[in-house]
């Protein structure tokens, strides 16, 4: 269910901002700090998104239904600008928009699940530090929470199959063939014959 809502979170943000205001927006595969930033081919301003983990709805959320999940979000805005506090002000400020479209947004219908928009407002965070500073970069983190509640015609023995993924491995497995035995040697049978003349 929470890769539903990630995928229509990253369709939506991408949406929301041409190219030339946001260079990249995709998936990532968790918390981003410095020592990523040299593992990931990316360019600037990016944001990149992520789920953080999802806990059962409870009560007083907007989606308190059986199967729902709370689930915790979050984009990390990365810039780059040769001055310090240039890519500060960009990275604020995009971090700051974000933050807007995210608590006004409502996901789309799914056939699968209920997607409720952002519990409360999202929260920013600087992530300053030394060594995103040696990078020339500014990274901010904008966090919320969203919760999404499996259809109550879905029955959740099925789900599996629904979203599942599946992989074929079109490698050939196998041994390699080996040389075939080769056969005997024929025998090869020679005689001598000497006539010797009759006295």
């Known amino acids: 269910m929470s890769a539903i809502l990630l ?3 990253v369709a939506f943000v991408r949406a929301s901002f041409t190219r030339q205001d946001v260079a990249t927006v995709d998936i990532y595969g968790g918390e981003f700090n410095s020592v990523e ?16 983990g999802w806990q059962p709805a409870g009560a007083g959320v907007r989606l308190s239904i059986r199967h729902s999940r709370r689930v915790r979000l979050a984009a ?9 506090s240039a890519r500060l002000a960009q990275a604020m400020s995009l971090a700051e928009r974000l933050a807007l479209l ?4 409502t996901p789309a219908d799914h056939e699968l699940v209920t997607m409720a928009g952002a ?9 300053y530090s030394r060594a995103i500073d040696k990078q020339g970069q500014a990274l901010w983190l904008v966090s919320w929470e969203q919760c999404v509640a499996l259809k109550p ?9 629904l979203l599942r993924v599946d992989i074929t491995d079109h490698t050939h497995q196998g041994r390699v063939p080996t040389a075939p035995t080769p056969a005997p040697p024929e025998l090869a049978v020679t005689e001598t014959v ?6």
């Open 7 to 9: 995928d229509q979170v």
């Open 37 to 52: 930033m040299d593992q990931l081919s990316y360019s600037c301003p990016a944001i990149l998104i992520t789920v953080l």
């Open 76 to 84: 990390f805005v990365a810039t780059k600008h040769a001055k310090r």
């Open 102 to 105: 995210l608590g006004n947004w």
């Open 119 to 127: 519990e409360g407002e999202p929260a920013a965070e600087n992530l």
């Open 153 to 161: 015609h879905i029955n959740p023995a099925e789900l599996f199959d």
């Open 194 to 199: 000497n006539f010797k003349p009759i006295p």
